[in-house]
């Protein structure tokens, strides 16, 4: 629609500075109430089928019946705005809903604050002085709260039949325990699969403070109820009992120590200044183009670093059975499996978020904002680099079970 110069002009009149017309009680803020209640009046006049100031149809009972004020809150702040109302009261407008005290994507613009990472109090102190909004907590945690069926539905959503390759990794989360009162280190689980076509989907998310073979094969359990029937590549971050579970679920699935997490174990290890060595041969085992030369190079690496760091080779020989797969493949796959820039990126996302938090009074609190920053992870670049080659490699690898 375009509004003409002559119409502008007109509405400008008197308009002198920036606060007669983006103030308070500016033109801005009074244009929009103004079109608001033309547009419910509007709505009132389709519904009882009769212009304003003319009379009802014949035998008509239902007739405009004054009006009522709202205040309502918006990005320019609170308004009033005058709603119509009828006799019989079966008026609902859809431009502001019966019950409806807020408009202009506020609650959007709650949960985006809450995504990044604000507390309620630091939500409440931004709406109040970006516009003059005065929120209380009850409203942003009922807001918050809705994300809640967001997640659920999220979380139960049918998956594909097979992915290529499922990472699985965790991060630890301070959560305050309702029966004990006391904050507790709590691990959230985050599996990220990477779809046939190529695509980053993340396929869920579980907090728990124990982990076990009985919560890994729930979680395994938990995916093929949401219809995955086939895992080819499952690389996890060594956690105990996990290879276990995911072979019993899925009895087929290669499982991959994630070289990623393997090395950066082993540099925690290591002084500063031999970091850097350090990385450059445990690079020569993963780089190998086969499991006996990887073989020989850990061997090496071992009559090297043995006497100063005497931990670190034989981590890589108790990881060992779940290393050696990842030599038959192809280095369009390898890549894909050792970079995990992928995992690497949605972690860095959560723990951006959650920076700013000591704790988490609930599991539930905590779901909501890591769902959020999952959420805006996937609105960006979900594709994987260079997948059309490692796509070839998996259908030769694989045949009939990528295929399907």
């Known amino acids: 629609m375009t509004i003409s110069k002559e119409l502008l002009d007109e509405l400008l009149t008197g308009v002198k500075r920036p606060e007669d017309l983006l103030g308070d009680s500016g033109l ?47 990005q320019e702040g609170t308004f009033p705005v005058t709603v119509p109302r009828d006799r019989d009261s079966s008026f609902e407008p859809e431009l502001v809903k019966k019950g409806q005290t807020r408009i202009d994507g506020i609650d959007d613009r709650i949960i985006g604050l809450y ?47 097979m992915y290529p390759i499922v990472i699985f990794d965790a991060l630890r989360v301070k959560i305050r325990d309702a029966d004990s009162r006391t904050v507790k280190n709590k691990a959230v689980y985050v599996a990220l699969g ?22 890994w094969l729930s979680v395994m359990n938990e995916l093929k109820n949401r219809g995955i029937q086939d ?43 031999d970091r850097k060595a350090v990385a450059a041969d445990l690079r020569r085992i993963y780089g ?21 760091y005497a931990s670190i080779a034989p ?29 690497e990126s949605l972690n860095r996302v959560i723990r951006k978020s959650i920076k700013t938090r000591g704790s988490f009074p609930t599991d539930d609190a905590a779901t909501k ?15 994987v680099r260079e997948w059309f080659a490692a ?3 998996f259908a030769i690898m694989f045949g009939e079970r990528f295929a399907a």
């Open 391 to 393: 796509r070839n490699q």
């Open 288 to 308: 190998a183009a086969t499991a006996d030369m990887a073989a020989a190079e850990l061997d090496a690496f071992e009559g090297k670093w043995a006497g100063k």
């Open 194 to 215: 990477v779809t046939r076509e190529g695509v980053r989907e993340v396929l869920g998310l579980w907090i728990a403070e124990n982990e076990g073979a009985k919560f």
């Open 115 to 161: 995504a990044a990472g604000l507390t309620v109090r630091d939500i409440q102190t931004h709406l109040l002085d970006l516009y003059g909004l005065k929120v209380s907590p009850d409203l942003i945690s009922r807001v918050t709260d809705a994300v809640l069926d967001e997640v659920r539905e999220w979380q139960g959503r049918a998956l594909d039949r």
């Open 28 to 74: 801005l803020k009074e244009l929009k109430i103004r079109l608001m209640e033309r547009m419910l009046g509007a709505e009132l006049t389709a519904h009882l089928g009769y212009e304003e100031g003319k009379a009802a149809p014949p035998g008509q009972s239902n007739r405009r019946n004054g009006s009522t004020t709202k205040v309502l809150k918006g």
């Open 369 to 383: 904002l890591i769902y959020l920053a999952i959420r805006g992870f996937e609105k960006d670049g979900r594709n």
């Open 315 to 343: 981590a890589w020989r108790r990881a060992w059975p779940e290393v050696i797969p990842f030599f038959a493949f192809d280095p369009a796959i390898r890549k894909i499996i050792y970079t995990t820039n992928a995992i």
């Open 231 to 273: 895992i080819l590549i499952a690389v996890v971050d060594g956690l105990k009992g996990f290879p276990e579970a995911i072979t019993a679920a899925f009895p087929e699935a290669m499982v991959q120590t994630c070289i990623v997490h393997l090395v950066r174990h082993s540099l925690n290890f290591c002084s500063w200044k």
